[in-house]
């Protein structure tokens, strides 16, 4: 038969049974949707990191504790080899090349003031920070030298803090508790946004370090230090420095490794980047199960349409159509409904990327080579399940087919 | 070994259906001679092998064993495919339940047969399936879907169907048997206009009255022929429908 007539049966056989074709593409239509959806939000959360990657300064250095060869990126978890005021201040030293230099000392607790109270993190820092970060101020100013010798109970707020307990008023001169400590706002950040991983940077409270070793009641350690360079160029020679100091300061023996791990923002960025990429996959893959199941969709109701329609393959096959003939239309079928649901499928991701971005203000992205293998997969579904219902349709015996009722 | 004008030759066919360990013999060995131009009614009681004798005949099925010779060819141990090509080609098969693809137009069914055609004489398959439906006499109504049909008009549209590939011969089995008397006549004057025109019609049914139509009866008992004989008052069915509406009227 010329594949013309056969997709025009086809076309006929599909038309005639609206209902029963819907429910056969459903499977499809949900499954090429989910699959362009998800990879589009994958694709968009790693377009969005990469443009936050970008507007990173690319001169600063973490310090953080544990060895990085301890299952990759280590985050310190379990090691007690911490890092300490000392090392900070050997650093603070000895550093030839680093720009500035400041411990990172990390604990959460309720903030109470203004209108109420707000739940935060507390960051005792040295008052190199704000160069570091290369963050200013929205209004008044951050802590000195002697805030930081005297222990003074100063605080500086993040935007989102500020903006939580102060709608609006100046919080500069207001006073916050903390751990029922009562700490004098001397000034409010600028706002910076989210980093790469999604946390508000703007959601902290800095104090003088001392300040929160010393007043704030509770279990504290130095999460982190960070260090900047002058220039980008200098980064991976600092870090080189960044480490003899602190093998110096640890006492660690000439082949034993590092007990802390130094990494600048294009590291941390990459692991940004790989943990998205593993989402986007994970998406994927999930997508590609609803696919999958779509597909088994079809089967089934192929199946079930090979049984229903027994008696037309019967006359079918009695007014000269070969076992041959039945498969391909049957085949030809499954196809045709797969590209159609395809096609549907594509539409529908479409604008369900686009929802999911107006309503959510997530980035979402539709690489063409998505809608490709989306439509490619959907196809090969077709003829991988339609070709055991159809088989079985060409198989039949011609007068048995007739005598089912 | 064949006179050109044999249509229908089988020797010894037999067919033997099992069931677990249980056979029956449908045919029990069938002598069967039908020449270019008879009008053949094939009679029985129920369960004679009847139907299998036609499907056997339409290929539609594969004798047991014996042969059979279909307008000069050996058909009794062809490949599936080879007996659809045969059956496209040179059968047209009529049913007691008409056999028309649901939601499917009148003109769409028979056009049906064209589409599985591979001689390449495919050409104006509509224009075709239009004259068809001419000549069993349904001009209109062509566009008309068989549920929106009666019996007889679907029997028409069968005939017209089994017409369309210009077969060697027309098998019809109980082709009447879902219709009542006046369509009954009906079909069957159409297939005597049918077989003056030239076509072999081989017409199962257990009716006497329909047998009458025929030019020769052969009546199967346990899958053997105990009959085979000319009609000798051979009815007109064209008089028989005449006939049939005075009484009516008179009746009313
Ligand atoms: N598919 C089948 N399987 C088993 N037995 C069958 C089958 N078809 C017909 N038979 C048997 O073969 C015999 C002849 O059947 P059939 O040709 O249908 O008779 P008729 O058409 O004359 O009524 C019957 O005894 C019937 O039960
Ligand atoms: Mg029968």
Same mark, same amino acid.
Not at chain 1, 38 to 51: C, K, R, T, W, Y
Not at chain 2, 67 to 76: A, F, K, M, P, S
Not at chain 2, 155 to 160: H, K
Not at chain 2, 172 to 197: K, W
């Given at each position: 038969?010329? *594949?013309?007539?056969?997709?025009?049966?086809?076309?006929?056989? +599909?038309?005639?049974?609206?209902?029963?074709?819907?429910?056969?593409?459903?499977?499809?239509?949900?499954?090429?949707?989910?699959?362009?959806?998800?990879?589009?939000?994958?694709?968009?959360?790693?377009? @969005?990191?990469? @443009?936050?990657?970008?507007?990173?300064?690319?001169?600063?250095?973490?310090?953080?504790?544990?060895?990085?060869?301890? =299952?990759?990126?280590?985050?310190?978890?379990?090691?007690?080899?911490?890092?300490?005021?000392?090392?900070?201040?050997?650093?603070?030293?000895?550093?030839?090349?680093?720009?500035?230099?400041? *411990?990172?000392?990390?604990?959460?607790?309720?903030?109470?003031?203004?209108?109420?109270?707000?739940?935060?993190?507390?960051?005792?820092?040295?008052?190199?920070?704000?160069?570091?970060?290369?963050?200013?101020?929205?209004?008044?100013?951050?802590?000195?030298?002697?805030?930081?010798?005297?222990?003074?109970?100063?605080?500086?707020? =993040?935007?989102?803090?500020?903006?939580?307990?102060?709608?609006?008023?100046?919080?500069?001169?207001?006073?916050?508790?903390?751990?029922?400590? *009562?700490?004098?706002?001397?000034?409010?950040?600028?706002?910076?946004?989210?980093?790469?991983?999604?946390?508000?940077?703007?959601?902290?409270?800095?104090?003088?370090?001392?300040?929160?070793?010393?007043?704030?009641?509770?279990?504290?350690?130095?999460?982190?230090?960070?260090?900047?360079?002058?220039?980008?160029?200098?980064?991976?020679?600092?870090?080189?420095?960044?480490?003899?100091?602190?093998?110096?300061?640890?006492?660690?023996?000439?082949?034993?490794?590092?007990?802390?791990?130094?990494?600048?923002?294009?590291?941390?960025?990459?692991?940004? @980047?790989?943990?998205?990429?593993?989402?986007?996959?994970?998406?994927?893959?999930?997508?590609?199960?609803?696919?999958?199941?779509? =597909?088994?969709?079809?089967?089934? +109701?192929?199946?079930?349409?090979?049984?229903?329609?027994?008696?037309?393959?019967?006359?079918?096959?009695?007014?000269?159509?070969?076992?041959?003939?039945?498969?391909?239309?049957?085949?030809?079928?499954?196809?045709?409904?797969?590209?159609?649901?395809?096609?549907?499928?594509?539409?529908?991701?479409?604008?369900?990327?686009?929802?999911?971005?107006?309503?959510?203000?997530?980035?979402?992205?539709?690489?063409?080579?998505?809608?490709?293998?989306?439509?490619?997969?959907?196809?090969?579904?077709?003829?991988?399940?339609?070709?055991?219902?159809?088989?079985?349709?060409?198989?039949?015996?011609? +007068?048995?087919?007739?005598?089912?009722? | 070994?064949?006179?050109?004008?044999?249509?229908?030759?089988?020797?010894?066919?037999?067919?033997?259906?099992?069931?677990?360990?249980? &056979?029956?013999?449908?045919?029990?060995?069938?002598?069967?001679?039908?020449?270019?131009?008879?009008? !053949?009614?094939?009679?029985?009681?129920?369960?004679? %092998?009847?139907?299998?004798?036609?499907?056997?005949?339409?290929?539609?099925?594969?004798?047991?064993?014996?042969?059979?010779?279909?307008? %000069?060819?050996?058909?009794?141990?062809?490949?599936?495919?080879?007996?659809?090509? !045969?059956?496209?080609?040179?059968? %047209?098969?009529?049913?007691?339940?008409?056999?028309?693809?649901?939601?499917?137009?009148?003109?769409?069914?028979?056009?049906?047969?064209?589409?599985?055609?591979?001689?390449?004489?495919?050409?104006?398959?509509?224009?075709?399936?239009? &004259?068809?439906?001419?000549?069993? %006499?349904?001009?209109?109504?062509?566009?008309?879907?068989?549920?929106?049909?009666?019996?007889?008009?679907?029997?028409?549209?069968?005939? #017209?169907?089994?017409?369309?590939?210009?077969?060697?011969?027309?098998?019809?089995?109980?082709?009447?048997?879902?219709?009542?008397?006046?369509?009954?006549? &009906?079909?069957?004057?159409?297939?005597?206009?049918?077989?003056?025109?030239?076509?072999?019609?081989?017409?199962?049914?257990?009716?006497?009255?329909?047998? &009458?139509?025929?030019?020769?009866?052969?009546?199967?008992?346990?899958?053997?022929?105990?009959?085979?004989?000319?009609?000798?008052?051979?009815?007109? #069915?064209?008089? #028989?429908?005449?006939?049939?509406?005075?009484?009516?009227?008179?009746?009313?």
């Amino acid at each position: 038969m010329k *594949p013309t007539t056969l997709i025009k049966i086809a076309g006929k056989s +599909i038309t005639k049974n609206k209902m029963r074709s819907l429910l056969t593409m459903l499977g499809i239509i949900i499954g090429v949707g989910a699959v362009i959806v998800m990879v589009a939000i994958g694709l968009g959360a790693q377009q @969005q990191i990469q @443009q936050q990657i970008n507007q990173l300064g690319t001169n600063l250095i973490v310090i953080t504790p544990g060895s990085s060869n301890q =299952g990759g990126v280590s985050r310190g978890a379990g090691t007690f080899n911490r890092l300490k005021i000392e090392d900070w201040e050997k650093l603070q030293r000895e550093g030839q090349l680093l720009s500035g230099v400041s *411990p990172v000392i990390i604990t959460r607790t309720q903030a109470v003031g203004g209108s109420g109270n707000w739940r935060t993190t507390i960051n005792g820092v040295a008052t190199s920070y704000p160069l570091i970060r290369d963050w200013n101020m929205a209004s008044g100013v951050f802590f000195d030298q002697s805030d930081i010798r005297g222990i003074k109970k100063v605080a500086v707020l =993040g935007a989102t803090v500020a903006e939580n307990l102060f709608q609006g008023q100046d919080a500069v001169g207001q006073t916050i508790r903390l751990r029922n400590v *009562p700490f004098q706002i001397i000034g409010v950040l600028e706002k910076k946004g989210q980093t790469a991983d999604g946390a508000d940077q703007d959601d902290v409270v800095l104090a003088p370090y001392t300040t929160v070793q010393n007043r704030l009641s509770g279990w504290t350690f130095i999460a982190q230090i960070l260090a900047s360079t002058g220039s980008p160029a200098d980064i991976p020679a600092a870090q080189e420095e960044i480490r003899l100091i602190m093998r110096e300061s640890h006492k660690i023996a000439q082949y034993d490794e590092d007990d802390f791990t130094i990494r600048n923002q294009t590291d941390l960025a990459d692991a940004a @980047q790989g943990t998205t990429e593993v989402m986007t996959l994970l998406l994927a893959a999930i997508a590609g199960i609803s696919l999958l199941v779509g =597909g088994i969709g079809i089967m089934n +109701i192929m199946l079930v349409s090979v049984t229903e329609r027994t008696r037309e393959i019967g006359i079918r096959m009695a007014i000269g159509a070969r076992g041959g003939d039945v498969l391909t239309q049957f085949l030809v079928e499954s196809i045709v409904m797969s590209l159609i649901g395809g096609a549907i499928g594509v539409f529908i991701g479409f604008s369900g990327a686009k929802a999911v971005a107006h309503f959510t203000g997530w980035n979402t992205a539709i690489s063409p080579t998505t809608v490709m293998v989306a439509l490619v997969f959907s196809a090969c579904v077709g003829i991988f399940f339609g070709f055991y219902p159809a088989r079985k349709a060409a198989a039949l015996n011609p +007068i048995e087919a007739l005598r089912y009722e | 070994m064949k006179d050109s004008n044999i249509v229908i030759q089988t020797s010894g066919l037999q067919k033997v259906y099992t069931m677990g360990t249980t &056979e029956v013999k449908a045919l029990a060995g069938v002598d069967f001679t039908v020449t270019d131009g008879e009008m !053949v009614a094939i009679m029985g009681a129920s369960g004679s %092998g009847k139907s299998t004798l036609m499907n056997i005949l339409g290929c539609l099925d594969y004798p047991t064993s014996g042969e059979y010779y279909l307008d %000069g060819l050996r058909v009794d141990k062809m490949s599936k495919s080879d007996l659809a090509v !045969v059956r496209n080609q040179k059968i %047209g098969f009529i049913f007691q339940g008409f056999n028309l693809l649901a939601r499917t137009s009148a003109l769409e069914n028979v056009e049906l047969p064209m589409l599985y055609d591979r001689s390449g004489k495919k050409q104006n398959t509509k224009q075709k399936a239009i &004259e068809s439906l001419k000549r069993v %006499g349904l001009g209109e109504r062509i566009d008309h879907e068989p549920s929106e049909l009666s019996g007889g008009q679907q029997q028409r549209v069968a005939i #017209a169907r089994a017409l369309v590939t210009d077969p060697a011969l027309l098998l019809a089995d109980e082709p009447t048997g879902n219709l009542d008397s006046r369509t009954t006549i &009906e079909v069957m004057a159409l297939f005597q206009e049918l077989n003056d025109a030239g076509m072999t019609v081989l017409i199962v049914t257990h009716e006497n009255d329909v047998a &009458e139509f025929a030019k020769r009866i052969v009546e199967l008992r346990d899958g053997r022929i105990i009959r085979d004989e000319p009609v000798v008052d051979r009815h007109d #069915a064209k008089l #028989a429908l005449k006939k049939f509406v005075d009484q009516q009227s008179v009746l009313v």
